[in-house]
């Protein structure tokens, strides 16, 4: 039989169980096919005694719709730069890819299938650089893969984000509050710019679009403004900055900053912030992504299959399809500032900050 190890990594994102199970499941059209999990990311295969997880169909039974991954990830690995225990029981950290190299080729493994995002895509170029045989799969919440044109677990989590801000849509108006919802995303706006339209915000900061305050401010004001509803939904993505002042992503950092600011003018109204953070990769995938997700599953298995190695699988232009690893490298999907959905957005009062 022909092994597959499936290997996990960077952060999970709904739908990486679906991807799980369809390879396992095309794979098992065919008799000549065994597929086997690392657990944890590459530490699984790393680890002595292996720590793996045999794919059979029926271990893959119904996991579609789970969230996480059966698999477990680790967005801290990188076989290039390993953390290896020392004699002095210190760690370093090294190269361990002939490692990896050595111990596929002992457990007869013929391809890798990797599932991850933007930094494992390196990893994975690396790998088949050394001649192992590989095919990616694309994967995060942050949609912001240039390769692909829609990236599972990101329709879930612009889900997730959306729900919160119906609900904080009615409490600022029952308190006549400002209520900021910072969503996730890296340096992508794509979840704040879903959630805003769709959940109805009236400012959706992103980091595609430096802010001025004072143009926020404009906005806030009209909504206190006699003509206004006398309550406002803020929408920022965790990557949005100041124009002139780009603050750290994470930690909540750009949210704090605004209410700090709000509270220094001692703006008319009050202000709460939520971070919504990890809802936002949790729990089951909708529909769009499990499908997404199946797809994939099934086309890597048909790609390794097809020796088409040093390729990760995409959907493109509404088609399935492959890319070579070399062209996906540092290729991000940023909200295009002429992108219709910004278009749409101001179209309905959203503002930007610009
Ligand atoms: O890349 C996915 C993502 O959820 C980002 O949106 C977020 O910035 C980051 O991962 C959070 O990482 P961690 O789970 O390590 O805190």
């Not at 996990?8 to 065994?34: F, H, L, T």
């Not at 793996?52 to 967005?75: D, S």
């Not at 895509?121 to 990616?136: D, E, P, R, T, Y």
């Amino acid at each position: 039989k022909q092994r597959i190890l499936i290997v996990n990594s960077g952060g999970d994102c709904p739908g990486m169980n679906a991807v799980i199970r369809a390879i396992v499941k095309r794979a098992s059209q065919e008799s000549n096919w065994e597929i086997i999990g690392s657990i944890n990311g590459f530490d699984g295969f790393l680890s002595e005694p292996l720590e793996i997880m045999p794919l059979t169909k029926e271990r893959v039974e119904g996991i579609h719709i789970q969230g996480g991954t059966i698999l477990r990830t680790n967005n801290k690995r990188n076989p290039f730069f390993y953390p290896v225990k020392q004699a002095d029981g210190t760690m370093l950290n090294e190269d361990v890819s002939d490692k990896l190299i050595y111990n596929l080729k002992v457990f007869g493994f013929e391809a890798i299938i990797h599932i991850g995002g933007n930094e494992s895509h390196k990893i994975s170029l690396k790998l088949s650089q050394k001649g192992i045989n590989i095919v990616a799969i694309p994967k995060t919440i942050n949609n912001d893969l240039a390769s692909t044109d829609y990236s599972f677990g990101f329709q879930t989590a612009a889900q997730v984000a959306t729900e919160a801000v119906d609900k904080l849509v009615t409490t600022a108006n029952s308190h006549n509050r400002v209520l900021i919802l910072e969503v996730m995303g890296r340096n992508a706006g794509w979840i704040a710019l879903h959630a805003a339209i769709a959940g109805g915000a009236d400012v959706c900061l992103i980091p595609e679009i430096p802010f001025c305050m004072d143009k926020v401010l404009k906005k806030l004001k009209s909504r206190y403004s006699p003509d206004g509803r006398g309550f406002a939904n803020i929408v920022v993505a965790e990557g949005a900055y100041f124009k002139d002042n780009k603050a750290e992503i994470g930690s909540g950092s750009i949210t704090h900053k605004i209410v700090d600011i709000l509270k220094e003018i001692n703006f008319e109204a009050d202000i709460r912030e939520t971070i919504l953070g990890h809802l936002q990769r949790g729990g089951t995938p909708n529909a769009f992504d499990r499908i997404l997700a199946t797809e994939l599953g099934v086309k890597a298995f048909e790609l390794v299959k097809e020796k088409k190695f040093g390729t990760m699988a995409i959907h493109k232009n509404s088609e399935l399809a492959n890319i070579d690893l070399k062209e996906v490298i540092d290729q991000y999907n940023k909200v295009d500032l002429s992108h219709n959905l910004i278009h749409t957005a101001k179209g309905i009062g959203i503002s930007f900050g610009d």
